[in-house]
């Protein structure tokens, strides 16, 4: 198993950046396939980025393609994500989630494991 721990979050200007961090428990970090979800008032979850177990392979959500990147520091049992040119409507709770997997994973109901959230609001 592993827990997982967000931070990063905060309050940022329309056009900013913040970056993400998912710290992992445990000593097989490396065995997981990771991914950022967000879940903004009223709404539903929904898929925001994912990456594979060794980094090599990455999936965006087309709305946050060319302004977000997910990457993993295996040796930290760390995951992030970079958000640059901030929008308001990228205002949510933001989850990271893992999976024991050799594929990217896209679908919230594939993953076993999650973290508390941490609320990132984009002021305009």
């Known amino acids: 198993q592993v827990q997982l721990v967000e931070s990063g979050g905060g309050l940022v200007q329309a056009g900013g950046s913040l970056r993400l961090s998912c710290a992992a428990s445990?000593?097989?970090?490396?065995?997981?396939?990771m991914g950022w979800f967000r879940q903004a008032p009223g709404k539903e979850r929904e898929f925001v980025a994912a990456?594979?177990?060794?980094?090599?392979?990455?999936n965006y959500a087309d709305s946050v393609k060319g302004r977000f990147t997910i990457s993993r520091d295996n040796t930290k049992n760390t995951l992030y994500l970079q958000m640059n040119s901030l929008k308001p409507e990228d205002t949510a709770v933001y989850y990271c989630?893992?999976?024991?997997?050799?594929?990217?994973?896209?679908?919230?109901?594939?993953?076993?494991?999650w973290g508390q959230g941490t609320q990132v609001t984009v002021s305009s």
């Open positions: 445990g000593r097989t970090f490396s065995n997981y396939a």
């Open positions: 990456i594979s177990r060794g980094g090599g392979s990455t």
């Open positions: 989630a893992a999976e024991r997997a050799f594929t990217v994973i896209t679908r919230p109901e594939e993953y076993e494991y």
